[in-house]
Nanobody, 122 residues
Framework: QVQLVESGGGLVQAGGSLRLSCAAR??????LAWFRQAPGKEREFVAA??????SRYYVDSVKGRFTISTAKNTVYLQMNSLNPEDTAVYYC???????????????????WGQGTQVTVSS
């Protein structure tokens, strides 16, 4: 069964770090991304890495703090300097979009993981 499986969420104090992982064994060549959804808010784009050339894209609020990477069929999201506003359920996604506008658009992703909770305490 084709699927994405996230892990690595948890509770951390403000200023701390977490690394999320997403097993993406069958998604070679896909753009892989992380989205998040905070309570009462819409799901938003966090970061993406393209399957074609490993180009990386980030939402402004995480630039300089989060890093997306891939290795051995797994996509990672290293999150540093976490703050309470980063509290959300984080989702891994895979899609075949080829334009930069596609990478930010959740409708351009066909496969989703089940989500992992990240909670940052103040």
């Amino acid at each position: 069964q084709v699927q994405l499986v996230e892990s690595g969420g948890g509770l951390v104090q403000a200023g701390g770090s977490l690394r999320l992982s997403c097993a993406a064994r069958y998604f070679m060549g896909y753009t892989l991304a992380w989205f998040r959804q905070a309570p009462g808010k819409e799901r938003e784009f966090v970061a993406a890495i393209t399957g074609s050339d490993d180009s990386r894209y980030y939402v402004d609020s995480v630039k300089g703090r989060f890093t997306i990477s891939t290795a051995k069929n797994t996509v990672y999201l290293q999150m540093n300097s976490l703050n309470p506003e980063d509290t959300a359920v984080y989702y891994c996604a895979a899609g075949r979009g080829r334009r930069e506008s596609d990478y930010y658009n959740e409708e351009r992703y066909d496969y989703w993981g089940q989500g992992t909770q990240v909670t940052v305490s103040s």
